[in-house]
């Protein structure tokens, strides 16, 4: 650390050593994984239910409803909250931690679940307990943030009340025989104290199990912040390493405590939520809902990380803390101490909020202090200047509640796990945001869906802050930052739909195998053959003569669904090819596809909002190509076209109608389709596609030119930002603008209907059955009405201009200059003209001379395909938005051998099911592609159990040994009254 003198003397530290995330754990709200957190973050999942009432006989640990919910926030004793956010089952093998399983009940969940989570960590950071590492293991550290310990601590307190109990119950002048009865059935309740009793309930035992048994020779300790914990713990790690005490150091928070005495404590404060849902920065969000978690992340100076060569998440550059002083309460938020927390993290770090993209907020959901959190920010991001509605906010409490100790650390995995996937990820159940934030005048966006995170525009590292405050004024406040700015290998955690392919020598085979197969998916132990199966065959190349049967599945269950549907086909249907309406695609043998390979670029109209979004959240060409056309866009718009494409969210049907129509104007339209379709075609370059032929429809022409070779990236970029700008609708020297019209009839029929138009031009020969026409406004509308009449289908198209006509000759002449000076080699693969229906020239001032005349032509690709179809294209690949194109291709040769697929036909399936069961048709078809998906990480398997090892289910309620768990159900369930009758009749008798 570098450190200067102030005016006062006091140091004033700056730059804080870089530190690496170099491994992740963590077990929260129905995810047992960080693989599963981050799965449940993109998919919005809601991991907030309701208390469930249970019989006492099947006793958790949690609370009942008849008990303790009482909806009013002043009933005594009760509480108004019944939503919580709770911890799944996991197994805990006592054998392997070395815990006697009869003590097990005498040592607080925290510290057993914790060593759970430690045991991911390390792991991930690539500690073992074998000598290999212990040289490392004894310089690392364990400092934890922990809550919850005293659940069991509370359990053995009241055991300590029992005389006064006694007293009570003897008060009512009962027999001993009775009362000794009573007591001891209350005994019964609560698990009895043992030796291992005291150290289970001590928070500092927490941090102290884990340097134990995975024999770690760093500092150990636990501290204390409230829900500010994790941060709190985070900053003492980092001091650790910046002073050398440790190399490395294990550290998170630790929260398990859904107790009924945590909902009361909450809720005599009062700051739960009354509606049961966790709402930060809404306008309906009215409190908290509290739930369980546990996360743990290895920390390493960033040197030594490389230096190893470990695997880095993430980078922290550095926090800065406050207290709030002299406040009006000890548990209310203040303004002035979160200032001071965010600029000491600013000036400590020399990094400039204009540089964050990315902001996790503390974001509870409480009115208070979700309005105070909110101005602090938006103060201190105002005082720097950061542009307006440049910074998502965010709170991965609207997903997991207030996980308290642990909310630190779930909002640091889950802002690392953004960072290193290039995501911004969504902030759930907002519908409007609170007025009183007036955020649309401040550097913030509420963001709501998972979108890509592309890199911005001055080619800097994308970063992104982490709040956390605590009761007693304490604020924390930090920075991280991307390691690496793109990937090239295997990241991507998160799941993804899964390609399976199932091959076979013939079709019995094949039968026999999708038999057995779903007798091993269907059997116990079956994901994880699943799992295991998805691993081997991944990358395996499809024999060309065998039979072959492929689809996409989303899960287990789904491709058990799919195998059993292809073992009914393959048992009744002798086809040699067939697909089934889900999807499920099979071939005998591979087509032979050499010279038949045809790739289709869309033009504009192909655009929409949101397009391919889930492909640029997990495929670094698409994130590349956006990127460069952002930077070349913004030269001359000063807009960012993926803002533009993939917008902050619309909260009212006016501004979602605005953004919509944004994306139609041909300065953006353009180029957006440009990068759109570059990045996919890179995506299956990349993995060994290569057409024989390319066309394009209109604008799709360029990118048709770019995928044969005779542009390189950066002209193409240029040439589709120029046309885009030339052909704005605020060039044209006339008001009138024309208009264009979509005609599904034939030529002849058309235009006998248009003879009497004078100004109308047919633009577009789309297909057999379509045409497109163009003219003046009135003219058009006089036409659409005239096809109504006749009952002949026809539809307005959504332009700004009447393309192909003298209606954009204005833009002509500058596109032809743009045309003239950019540099143009001779296509690599026959790129087909929608001027002339043939392939374009060698010659690269031919082909500009062609192009510079494209404009204005109209658009021949119906005859183009044809032509393609003479050489021997049939084979059928659109490559961009929408499958408009596809549609045209069988329109054109219906009747007649082909294949037409579109890698995006905007089906209800997400872009990456569909992209991806475009490539199951390919393989299926006989097309040879390596890895498709070189990214995403192999599926988890389980290792084989030990031979001694002793699982035992636990959750987040308190665990009682079955002897203890009987006597306990004894106590509550069984009547005994002979005691009672027998003191009746004595009372009786004596009477």
């Known amino acids: ?50 208390i469930v009432d249970k019989d006492p006989k099947d006793y958790e640990g949690y609370w009942r409803m008849d008990e303790y919910f009482d909806p009013d926030p002043l ?113 019964n309740l609560y698990a009895g104290w043992q030796e291992s009793s005291f150290p289970g309930l001590l928070g500092n035992v927490v941090s102290g199990r884990i340097t134990s048994h995975f024999d770690l020779g760093g500092t150990n300790f636990s501290v204390d912040a409230a829900c500010a914990s994790s941060l709190a713990a985070f900053k003492m790690a980092i001091a650790e390493l910046a002073d050398g005490s440790c190399d490395a150091v294990l550290t998170g928070g630790v929260n398990v405590d859904n107790t009924i005495l945590a909902y009361l404590c909450f809720s005599k404060t009062p700051a739960l939520s009354q509606e049961g849902r966790s709402r930060p920065f809404d306008e309906a969000s009215d409190g908290i809902v509290i739930g369980d978690g546990i996360g743990m992340v290895v920390l390493k100076r960033l040197e030594d990380a490389e230096r190893d060569k ?43 909020p204009k540089q964050i993209q990315l902001v996790e907020a503390h974001g509870t959901g409480t009115i208070a202090g979700d309005l105070c959190e909110f101005r ?11 542009p307006k509605s440049s910074v998502a ?16 650390t779930a909002s640091l995995i889950k802002t690392t796990l953004a960072l290193h996937h290039k995501i911004l990820p969504p902030t759930i159940n907002i519908n409007r945001p609170n007025p009183q934030f007036d955020i649309e005048n401040t550097s913030f966006y509420l963001n709501t869906e998972t979108k890509p995170w592309i890199q911005p525009i001055d080619g800097s590292k994308r970063r992104a802050a982490i709040s956390s405050f605590g009761f007693g004024g304490t604020n924390f406040h930090m920075v991280l930052e991307e390691y690496q700015q793109e990937h090239h290998g295997k990241y991507r955690m998160h799941n993804v739909p899964d390609i399976v392919i199932i091959q076979a020598p013939d079709r019995n085979t094949l039968f026999d195998i999708c038999e057995d197969l779903l007798h091993k998916f269907k059997a116990e132990g079956g994901r994880n053959c699943y799992h295991q199966y998805l691993n081997d065959y991944r990358n395996k190349n499809i024999q060309r003569n065998w039979a072959r049967i492929g689809f996409v599945s989303e899960s287990l269950e789904q491709t058990i669904e799919y195998l059993q549907e292809a073992i009914f086909k393959l048992r009744y249907n002798a086809k040699n090819s067939w697909q089934h309406p889900k999807g499920i695609y099979y071939r005998t043998q591979g087509i032979n596809l050499k010279g038949k390979i045809v790739a289709l670029f869309p033009g504009q109209g192909s655009q929409y909002v949101n397009m391919l979004a889930d492909i640029a959240n997990n495929y670094p060409e698409m994130r590349s190509s956006l990127s460069r056309v952002n930077q070349l866009l913004y030269k001359y718009e000063q807009r960012v076209l993926s803002d533009i494409i993939y917008p902050s969210a619309a909260f009212d049907e006016t501004t979602r109608k605005k953004r919509k129509h944004e994306l139609t104007k041909t300065e953006y339209a353009q180029p957006a389709i440009a990068a759109i379709s570059a990045g996919i075609y890179n995506i299956l370059k990349k993995a060994g596609f290569k057409p024989d032929f390319t066309i394009g429809h209109s604008f799709g022409e360029l990118t048709a030119l770019w995928a044969s070779g005779a542009l390189s990236d950066e002209d193409f970029y240029k040439l589709a930002i120029a046309r885009g700008r030339a052909m704005g609708s605020e060039n044209s020297p006339s008001q009138e603008s024309g208009s264009m019209l979509a005609v599904h009839a034939h030529e002849e029929q058309i235009k006998s209907i248009t003879a009497d138009f004078g100004d109308i031009k047919i633009t577009n020969y789309n297909s057999s059955s379509q045409i497109v026409l163009a003219g003046s406004i009135k ?55 929608n001027v002339t229906a043939e392939a374009y020239p060698d010659k690269p001032e031919k082909i500009k001379t062609i192009l510079a005349s494209h404009l204005l032509n109209p ?11 003479e050489q021997g294209g049939s084979v059928f690949i659109e490559i961009g938005p929408k499958s408009v194109l596809t549609s045209f291709v069988s329109d054109t040769f219906k009747g007649r051998d082909h294949v037409a697929i579109a890698v995006n036909p905007r089906s209800p399936k997400s872009s990456e099911y569909e992209f991806r069961r475009s490539i199951v048709q390919l393989l299926v078809a006989g097309l040879e592609l390596q890895d498709i998906d070189p990214y ?33 159900q004894k106590a509550l369930l069984e009547k005994e009254s002979s005691l009672i009758d027998a003191f009746i009749q004595k009372k009786t008798l004596s009477k």
């Not at 050593?17 to 960080?34: C, D, K, N």
Request: charged share 25%; with cysteine.
């Open 1 to 50: 650390m570098n450190s200067l003198e102030t005016n006062n003397g006091s140091k004033s530290v700056l730059h804080p050593i870089p530190v690496a995330i170099v491994g992740m754990g963590s077990l929260f709200p129905e995810a047992r994984t960080v693989g599963e957190f981050w799965d449940n973050v993109l998919s919005r999942k809601n991991c907030i239910r309701e």
């Open 75 to 187: 009933a005594p004793d009760k509480t108004y909250g019944k939503t919580g956010a709770f911890l799944p089952q996991v197994e805990f093998d006592a054998m392997e931690f070395g815990i006697p399983p009869l003590q097990m009940e005498s040592i607080s969940l925290v510290q057993l679940m914790a060593l759970l989570v430690a045991k991911q960590a390390l792991a991930d950071a690539g500690y073992t307990r074998d000598e290999s590492t212990s040289a490392k293991r004894d310089r690392t550290g364990v400092i934890l943030g922990v809550g919850g310990t005293g659940v069991t601590g509370f359990k053995l307190a009241t055991r300590s009340d029992f005389p006064s109990w006694e007293k009570v119950i003897r008060n009512f002048c009962l027999p001993d025989e009775i009362v000794t009865a009573i007591m001891e059935k209350l005994k």
């Open 310 to 352: 470990d695997k880095i998440y993430g980078v922290i550059r550095g926090m800065g803390a406050s207290s709030d002083g002299r406040a009006k309460s000890i548990y209310a938020p203040r303004f002035e101490g979160q200032v001071k927390a965010l600029k000491r993290t600013y000036e400590r770090t020399g990094i400039n």
């Open 376 to 386: 602090s920010i938006s103060s201190v991001f105002s005082e720097y200047k950061v």
């Open 393 to 408: 906010l965010g709170s991965i409490k609207s997903q997991i509640g207030h996980t308290r100790i642990a909310a630190g």
């Open 779 to 833: 003219s058009i509308q006089a036409l659409h009405y005239i096809f109504q009449r006749e009952g002949i289908e026809s539809a307005f198209v959504a332009v700004a201009n009447a393309f192909h006509t003298d209606f954009v000759r204005y833009a002509a002449e500058p596109v032809a200059k743009e045309i003239a000076k950019t540099n143009f080699q001779s296509p690599s693969i026959p790129v087909y003209s």
């Open 859 to 869: 658009v021949a690709f119906r005859q183009g395909l044809e032509a393609i179809y």
């Open 936 to 968: 995403q990480m192999p599926k988890p398997t389980e290792e084989p159990k030990p031979q001694r090892s002793l699982p035992i289910t636990i959750d987040g309620g308190i665990y009682l040994n079955p002897k203890t768990k009987e006597l306990r």
